[in-house]
C-alpha cells in the first residue's frame, strides 16, 4: 500500500530555532496536507497542498509540495512553546477519499 | 468554527464485549470518516461513507466493524466482540470534497 515516509522522528530545539520537517513517498499523490495533534486531541489542519510546486505559508509554517508530487516539507520559523506537538504529513491519492499519513515528527521545545 | 463532535471522549470495554462510537460530522459535509490511532503510532484509515454506503474501507475494516449514519446528524462505528488490540484512539473526520475536519477522539480501552 501507500507509504509516506516523514523525518525526522524527534526533534528537540531551543525556543526561537527555526524547525524543518519533511515527506516522501513513491506514490504521487493529488493533496498533501500537513496536521499537527496536541496530546489528546484530534489533528488539525495546518497547511493544504493542491498543485504541483507550490508554495503556501500560514504564519510562521511554510509548506511545498515536491514538482514530483512525491514530496512535500514544511518550516516553522521562529518557534514557540505552543509549537511544541506531533506534525504529521497526509496524502490524499487521485480519486481516493482517504488519507494516507506519515509516522508523524514529535516536536519538544526548551525554553 | 463548525466542529466534529464525538462521543464519548473515554469508553472502558470488556474483552468481547460491543461498543458503538458516535460522531456528528459537520452539517453540509458530504463525506464521513473514521480513523484509529494505536497509541504512539500514526493515524490510520478505516473506513469512508458517502451518499448512505461504505465508498473505501481498509484491510484493518473486517467484519468486527460496521458504520452507520442512523438520522440526518449522527453517524457511528460499531465494534463488535472487541478485542484487546482494539485499543486506541478513534478519530471521525467529515468533508466537503477536500478540507478534512477530524473529531477530538474517543479513547477507546479494552480490558
Known amino acids: 500500500g501507500q507509504q509516506l515516509n516523514q523525518s525526522p522522528q524527534s526533534m528537540f530545539i531551543q525556543e526561537g530555532e527555526d524547525v524543518s520537517m519533511n515527506c516522501t513517498s513513491s506514490?504521487?499523490?493529488?493533496?498533501w496536507l500537513w496536521y499537527k495533534q496536541d496530546p489528546g486531541e484530534g489533528p488539525v489542519l495546518l497547511i493544504a497542498?493542491?498543485?504541483?510546486?507550490e508554495l503556501t505559508s500560514n504564519g510562521r509554517l511554510t509548506a511545498q509540495f515536491g514538482i514530483t508530487r512525491k514530496d512535500s516539507f514544511l518550516n516553522i520559523s521562529a518557534s514557540i512553546p505552543s509549537d511544541v506537538g506531533i506534525y504529521f504529513c497526509?496524502?490524499?491519492?487521485?480519486?481516493?477519499?482517504?488519507?494516507?499519513f506519515g509516522q508523524g515528527t514529535r516536536l519538544t521545545i526548551n525554553p | 468554527e463548525p466542529e466534529v463532535t464525538q462521543t464519548p471522549s473515554h469508553q472502558v470495554t470488556q474483552m468481547g464485549q460491543e461498543v458503538i462510537l458516535r460522531c456528528v460530522p459537520i452539517?453540509?459535509?458530504?463525506?464521513f470518516y473514521w480513523y484509529r490511532q494505536i497509541l504512539g503510532q500514526k493515524v490510520e484509515f478505516l473506513v469512508s461513507?458517502?451518499?448512505?454506503?461504505?465508498?473505501?474501507k481498509s484491510e484493518i475494516f473486517d467484519d468486527q466493524f460496521s458504520v452507520e449514519r442512523p438520522d440526518g446528524s449522527n453517524f457511528t462505528l460499531k465494534i463488535r466482540s472487541t478485542k484487546l488490540e482494539d485499543s486506541a484512539m478513534y478519530f471521525c473526520?467529515?468533508?466537503?470534497?477536500?478540507?478534512?475536519?477530524f473529531g477530538s477522539g474517543t479513547r477507546l480501552t479494552v480490558v
Open positions: 473526520a467529515s468533508s466537503e470534497r477536500y478540507g478534512y475536519t
Open positions: 506514490s504521487i499523490f493529488n493533496t
Open positions: 497542498l493542491y498543485k504541483a510546486g
Open positions: 497526509a496524502g490524499q491519492l487521485w480519486g481516493a477519499q482517504k488519507l494516507v
Open positions: 452539517s453540509n459535509h458530504l463525506y
Open positions: 461513507f458517502y451518499n448512505n454506503e461504505i465508498s473505501e
